[in-house]
């Protein structure tokens, strides 16, 4: 009998994770084109499996109990006191699963998503109700207490944005330098490579402030989530190479 709940055990384990990919696929298979639809469905389902297959481990273990003839009532009752006295003494666990239940909640951060919390930055790679995981650029993974984070700042929740700040010499015509950054953002925007990535043209919020030998013209352009960077990069080597033109 113990033999068999321990294979029934594997099986429910393996039922259990096709189960929640075929239930998921379908709810969400008119929609795999929606990045942050697709981020939020992978960390969700991630914690239920896990959560899931805590409770199958833990009713196996008290049906093995029960066919080794132990008496799991009183168990079963000590479980209740100890998780009393753990809920005392563990709050600060308490509060990293509260948190984390209500981060998952409020959809403040998914897998996928490159954030700024508890003075880390990163790529998200793992989300529980416990721990949050990132990666930051030098490739260091961050383990962070969800009970630790007060304030996530999510640099890819839905859109992006690049935020430039062009300096150019005093002598410059302001107007046209505005014109070229609007010239490089029409080239962009018609590149097959990343027409795609850009969601609005350039905002450009003109003359920003009088640096020490430079003015400051501001500007911000819209993307598509985590592709700020890639396309910030190539317009700043485009405006540079249009400046050296004119």
Known sequence: RIALILILTLFAMKGLVLLIDHLFSRLFCKRKDDTELVK???????????????????????????QL?????????????????????????????????????DDQIRVGDVVNIADRGGLVENVSLRMTTIRDF?????????????????????????????????????????????????????????????LEPIEILGLDKFADSAIVIKARIKTKPIRQ??????????????????
Request: proline share 1%; aromatic share 10%; charged share 25%.
């Open 40 to 66: 939020r469905t992978d960390t969700l389902k991630s914690v239920i499996k896990n959560f899931l297959k805590i409770t199958i481990v833990v009713v196996s273990v008290m049906m093995i109990l029960d």
């Open 69 to 105: 003839g132990v008496d799991i009532g009183p168990i079963l009752a000590a479980a209740g006191v100890v998780g009393i006295a753990v809920g005392f003494g563990a709050q600060q666990l308490v509060r990293d699963l509260i948190n984390g239940f209500f981060i998952l909640l």
């Open 138 to 198: 030098a490739g260091s993974v961050h383990y962070i207490r969800n009970g630790e984070i007060n304030v996530v700042t999510n640099m890819t929740k839905d859109y992006s944005r690049y935020v430039f700040d062009i300096g150019v010499a005093y002598r410059e015509n302001v107007d046209h330098v505005i014109s070229v950054v609007k010239q490089v953002d029409e080239s962009m925007r018609a590149d097959e490579v990343f027409r795609n990535d850009i």
């Open 229 to 246: 960077w890639a396309v910030g990069r190539e317009f700043n080597r485009r405006l540079k190479m249009k400046f050296d033109e004119v």
